[in-house]
């Protein structure tokens, strides 16, 4: 298969298709080689097509605190007493500007995941480049 961008359905499952066959390139092989830059333009696609919106804040703090094994106390210093981080997680009481900015820094929690109001629907982030087609597509079946 030649290399091209992708622009349709069709042509990104053409391109789903023949990654299958190249899944077992050996490492330095020209196989490898196409491997990865088919690779490149599928993710282009996918980010362009079917984005990922960002979490929600109240589910990003609870993922950070079990990525770095962290206790409702240990969220203290960051949010209040302990009756205010109760609140939060329990989503009774809205993150401040003071949270948010203790919470970025501390954790490293991105800020606009934090800026969203919790339970909302929540937007994809913009792509990089606008959408050439202006229906909607289906998202993947894998």
């Known amino acids: ?17 023949y990654l299958e066959t190249l899944m077992d390139a050996q490492p330095g ?17 996918e980010r362009e097509h079917f984005p990922i919106g960002l979490p929600d804040p109240v589910e990003a703090i609870k993922f950070r605190m ?7 106390k240990d969220l203290e210093p960051f949010i ?3 009756s205010k981080v109760s ?24 800020s606009e995941v ?6 909302q629907p929540r937007k994809a982030a913009k792509s990089r480049k606008p959408s050439v087609s202006k229906t909607a597509q289906p998202a993947p079946m894998h």
Do not use: W
């Open 66 to 72: 079990e990525q770095q094994g962290l206790t409702r």
């Open 87 to 110: 609140e939060v997680l329990n989503r009774k009481r809205p993150l401040s500007v003071a949270m948010i900015r203790a919470l970025h820094t501390g954790l490293g929690i991105p």
């Open 1 to 17: 298969m030649k290399p091209k961008v992708i622009k349709t359905r069709a042509d990104y499952q053409a391109v789903l298709a």
């Open 80 to 82: 209040g007493s302990q």
């Open 29 to 45: 092989t020209p196989q490898e080689e196409e491997l990865e830059l088919f690779a490149v333009l599928l993710d282009n696609y």
């Open 114 to 119: 934090l800026l969203q109001t919790p339970g």
